[in-house]
Structure formats: structure tokens, C-alpha cells
């Protein structure tokens, strides 16, 4: 099948890389986002997040006709949805339960356009049957097309499901570099889904069925998610017992067969701290081990929060005649992890909003924004450059190992509190 025009639904953080990498293979790419700053923005050529390399693509993408981005969604021959899955923010997101309605959104959005042979893929990380769902709303809204639920290979649109699996920094590379695993509703689906993806992915597209697909990624990032609970969890442990975790860690890796990962303040993006819920939510009496995991890695914050708390005390004991607002917090990075801007699902970005609401004035050096996020725009709370936190703060809090950090960390060091979560000075 020929892909003479791609769309892709939503910009962000992975739509717009793989957007632009298509379009780096000179194929028509037409963009789709409801923001219109973003839409404005790659029109001009230019991008709205931080990503490596990803700026001179879409440049020379946009510049060379490739690319071009619309908030309204226009006819092609295959269709990419990149869209959000957040927890729901009603009585179900205690029970962390997925908030499908973006990927509803963009299957509606999508459904005036489509066409017999058109391809659709769902990228977004999704519970297990997120792609037969939207397979669904796109049969309601058109009565006219036939779909694999109910043709199966004889359906006029194809339907698959690709995980996304980069990593944030290098996805620009990742995406053309890793192997892919494709699930199609049929093997036809699974068949044409390849096809489109082996057009930039120069590692192996695995063809699977849509269902073990969404798994897969959910199974990649519980993994995750379970070894750094492990690690985090150790962390607490050796604080008790007054041990240096860091250097426990690199002891116990000297082993063949151990690969302790590294404790950090919690875990964040809207990968690993999600996807695992997804899995619990499904199977919630078989989930064990996953369930305790997410629960060791959302507990981690505050455990940080508390060393904070400490410090704090500790300082009023050591000045007594001092007040809480007299005190100023330093929090090094509110990213949810080094060297990007993105602070979806930061634990960092938790403990700096909670240290902001102890009374004490705070200081975020987050060297990835040019201005605070909402969450922390009170009347206490600075974002302020590395030099300027560790001349003025009384308590350095350091949540992420951000690499300008790791340049300047014996001035970390040489401040007198300094609370580390990520090992920068271990």
C-alpha cells in the first residue's frame, strides 16, 4: 500500500518527532492538535517542547513542504493518533482508572475524513482494548465504512495499535533506531500497519494482534517500574540503617548478575507512573507485585518531603528565634526526569509544590523552563538560576540530576544542608 499523505493526531511530546520523522523521508505529513500556539509554532518551523535534534528536523521538514500542521483534521491515507491517557480526574481516578475521552476525541475528529483503505493506528499508551474502543467510536460515527470488529479482513479501514517506546532526549534517534511491535486487529491490519512504520524504522517491526501490543507496553514499562521500586525502596531501607545507598548500589552491581537501578525521588511521565495501573485495574487480584510496586514508587515523594520536613526542624532547633518564612528551600529540578522540560506526572514537581506550602520561601532551579508552572506561582515560590539557590537557600533539595547539576556539584556539596534523591553526590 502506498502512503501518499500521513496524519498525525496530536503534537506533543511523540506525535510531533514521529510527524517530523516522516517527513524527513519526504513524506506529506499534515499535522493535527487542538493547540493553536502549537499549530502556529511548527508552521513557522519552529517547536513548542524540548527535545534533542528535534528543532532541525521539523525546520527543515516545514521549510522543505513536508510538514505542516491544522487544527482541523484533513483526508489521508493513514492516520496516527498520539493523544493523552490520563487517569480520570472524578471518583474513578481513585481507582486509577484510564481517561479514554482524548483518544475518543480524536477518533470523531478523524471519522468525516476517513475513507476506504484508510489505515489507522493508535500510539497512545493504552489500557488492554483501547484500540478495539476506538475502532468502535469510529464505526458509530461511520455507518457507511466497514471495520475489522465486525469484517474482519474484508473491512474497508484498517486498525492497529504501535506503542510508542522512546526514550524522552532521544527520541529523535530511538524512533528510527528501535524495533517496533505492531498488533492489528487482523493480520491484514497488522500487515499495513508495518508497511507504514518501514518507512522510517530501520529496527525490527514485529507484527502482533492489538490486544498483546497495548500489553506489551504496559508489560515494558511495569518492569521498569518494578525494578525502580526495588531501588527506591532499598533507599529508605539503608537510610535507617545508615547506610550510604549509593554506595551499597555500586558494590552489590559488581556482581555478574545484579543490576540494581538508581533511587531517585519517585518515578514520573506518563509512562511508568501510569501504564502499571492500567494492568492493576484489569487484573486487580493477579496485579500483585505491580500494584506494590506503583504504591512503593508513589510513597517515595513523600518520604523525600520528609527529609525536607527534617531539615526544616532541625534548623529551627539550631535558630530558635527564626521564623518558618525566614527560611528559603532550594528545589534543584522539577522535570520528571534529567535534561527535558516535560513535567507530566513529575514527582519532583509534587515535593516542590508541597515544600511551597510549608511556610518557608522556595526556590526552583529548573534549568529546562523560562517560567514556573502553574501549580507553583504563589507569592513564595522563585524559579531562580543554580548560583543564585545555593548563595541564598538554607536547605538544597536536589530531585533531579539534571546535567548542569552534575557540572556544578561540589558547589552542591559545599552547602551545609543538602538532600539528596538522586545520588548526585553519591
Known sequence: MKFETISMIGLGYIGLPTAAVFASRKQKVIGVDVNQHAVDTINNGEIHIVEPE?????????????????????????????????FHTDENAQNHKADLSYIEAAAKSIAPVLKAGNLVVLESTSPIGATEQMAAWLAEARPDLTFPQTHGEASDIRIAHCPERVLPGHVIRELVENDRVIGGMTPKCAEVASALYKIVVEGECVTTTARTAEMAKLTENSFRDVNIAFANELSTICHELDI???????????????????????????????????????????????????EVNDAKPQWVLGRVKEALEYYHQQHPDAKRSDLTVACLGVAFKPDIDDLRESPALGIAQQ????????????????????????TNVELKTLEEALTQADVVCVLVKHKTFIEHVEHVRAKETVIDAVGLLG
Open 355 to 378: 515544600v511551597a506550602q510549608l511556610g518557608c520561601r522556595l526556590q526552583v532551579v529548573e534549568p529546562n523552563i523560562e517560567a514556573l508552572p502553574k501549580g507553583l506561582q504563589n
Open 244 to 294: 550510604n545507598v549509593w554506595e551499597l548500589i555500586a558494590l552489590a552491581n559488581r556482581h555478574p548478575r545484579v543490576n540494581i537501578l538508581t533511587p531517585g525521588a519517585g518515578v514520573g511521565g506518563h509512562c511508568i507512573a501510569v501504564d502499571p495501573w492500567f494492568i492493576v485495574d484489569s487484573c486487580p487480584e493477579q496485579a500483585k507485585i505491580i500494584r506494590a510496586a506503583r
Open 54 to 86: 528535534l528543532d532541525i528536523v521539523v525546520h527543515a521538514a516545514v521549510t522543505q513542504g513536508f510538514l505542516r500542521a491544522t487544527i482541523t483534521p484533513e483526508p489521508a491515507d493513514a492516520f496516527m493518533v498520539a493523544v493523552p491517557t490520563p
